[in-house]
């Protein structure tokens, strides 16, 4: 596509509830970043993929986050046994070099 | 990883011009300075990227010193649709860095 494309664009969850974050990113870009971002903070970077290689996943909150990207194209954030406290907008960015990311419009996540 | 320190906010009117300053004291040797543009309910937007001296486009330009140990940011005639946050990152062009965004600038533009 164009763009990164994210989906679902709002997601309410009851706390508890697992939920999947998924990324479409431009075609042949190598690199894929997650980034979670809280109301009226900056975003935060969680992790990491180069390819199908998750290189860095030290932003991850707690053990109830993975993602994962197995053919090195789309990718899944995924989030188990939901919390309040992770309510934010979750982003997806992808690079083909040179620290240009372009960043998707995000998934709104509320945890009631 | 650099750093950065930016303005929590700033005020301007349509048509002036606003320059934004990002300190990045700890800068490495192989460091790019990249600036975003976000407005609510949207991911961040690539704006401009530099490493030394001074860069343009067709948006905005960035002047970087010679100890490149700070950047600004400038938008020429800015617009009420200029209001947005703006975020100055520090990484290097490896493809691999965990780019680390600050709180960045509201800048809001008014009539």
């Known amino acids: 596509g164009a763009g990164v494309s994210q989906s679902p664009r709002y997601k309410v969850a009851k706390r508890g509830q697992d939920v999947a974050l998924r990324c479409d990113p431009i075609?042949?870009?190598?690199?894929l970043f997650w980034y979670q971002q809280a109301l009226g903070q900056g975003p935060e970077f969680l992790t990491y993929?180069?390819?199908?290689?998750?290189?860095?996943k030290s932003g991850l909150p707690s053990d109830r986050f993975f993602a994962e990207r197995p053919e090195g194209s789309v990718s899944t954030l995924k989030i188990q046994r939901t919390q309040q406290e992770d309510s934010a907008v979750y982003l997806c960015?992808?690079?083909?070099?040179?620290?240009?990311?372009?960043f998707g419009s995000g998934t709104q996540l509320s945890v009631l | 990883l650099a750093k950065t320190t930016q303005p929590i906010s700033m005020d301007s009117y349509e048509g002036q011009e606003v320059n934004i300053t990002c300190s990045h004291n700890?800068?490495?040797?192989?460091?790019?300075i990249t600036w975003y543009q976000q407005f609510p309910s949207q991911g961040p937007r690539f704006i401009i990227q530099?490493?030394?001296t001074k860069v343009t486009n067709e948006v905005a330009s960035l002047f970087i010193p010679a100890d490149r140990k700070s950047s600004t940011l400038s938008l020429p005639r800015v617009s009420l649709s200029d209001t947005a946050v703006y975020y100055c990152?520090?990484?290097?062009?490896?493809?691999?860095?965990?780019?680390?965004f600050g709180k960045g600038t509201m800048l809001l533009v008014s009539p």
């Open positions: 960015a992808s690079s083909g070099g040179n620290e240009k990311l372009f």
């Open positions: 075609s042949g870009h190598v690199s």
């Open positions: 993929f180069q390819n199908e290689a998750q290189l860095d």
């Open positions: 700890n800068i490495a040797t192989n460091d790019y």
């Open positions: 530099g490493y030394k």
């Open positions: 990152l520090v990484g290097d062009d490896s493809g691999y860095s965990t780019l680390t």
